[in-house]
């Protein structure tokens, strides 16, 4: 009887091990959904810019500065890891803030129903990438309590669990906007 305390408490430890172990594994494996998820919205962007500019171009032929920062920011969007796509990502944020200001400066290209249309697809991919951001950061979020909380910490260690970074914004996005009339 004696034997049965010490092998029910050495069983309830492994599951108890094997549960934690599956619990980091879960949140990993979430973190790397969550990041396809923007994959998913940054390449929705890459293919719809290319319409946009096609468009742009025929009313703006002369504004060929600004269409070609997009070209390129769009082009170096899906190279290279995580850190490359969202420096891209933000460069293309810039240059996409530039493209839309044009519509003031072209009257004709503000009335363009493909342009407005592409400009609405543009601004729901922008929400969806903020959406999938949000995700990614609530699952690191989650993933490094786990990793730091007792006893799952243990766990984490023995296995070789690493903390991962959230996605943070530029420093150019932290300024107020400025509104003058």
């Given at each position: ?61 002369h504004?060929?500065e600004?269409?070609q920062?997009v ?48 400009q ?14 949000q ?20 766990v ?26």
């Amino acid at each position: 009887m004696t034997l049965w305390i010490p092998l029910g408490v050495a069983a309830l430890a492994v599951v108890y091990w094997i549960a934690q172990y599956n619990a980091l594994v879960r949140l990993r494996n979430w973190i790397e959904e969550a990041w396809a998820q923007i994959d998913v919205q940054l390449k929705r962007r890459y293919d719809l810019i290319p319409n946009l500019v096609e468009t742009v171009k025929a009313y703006a032929k002369h504004e060929q500065e600004t269409l070609q920062k997009v070209i390129e920011a769009r082009n170096r969007l899906l190279a290279g890891g995580r850190a490359e796509q969202l420096e891209a990502n933000e460069q293309l944020t810039g240059a996409l803030k530039t493209l839309f200001a044009l519509q003031e400066a072209y009257p004709d290209l503000k009335a363009h129903e493909g342009f407005n249309k592409l400009q609405e697809q543009l601004e729901g991919t922008e929400n969806k990438i903020a959406a999938a951001r949000q995700l990614y950061n609530r699952t690191v979020m989650q993933y490094n309590t786990k990793l730091e909380s007792f006893p799952s910490n243990l766990v984490a260690n023995v296995h070789g669990f690493k903390r991962v970074e959230m996605l943070e914004i530029a420093a150019a996005e932290r300024e107020a906007v400025r509104v003058e009339f």
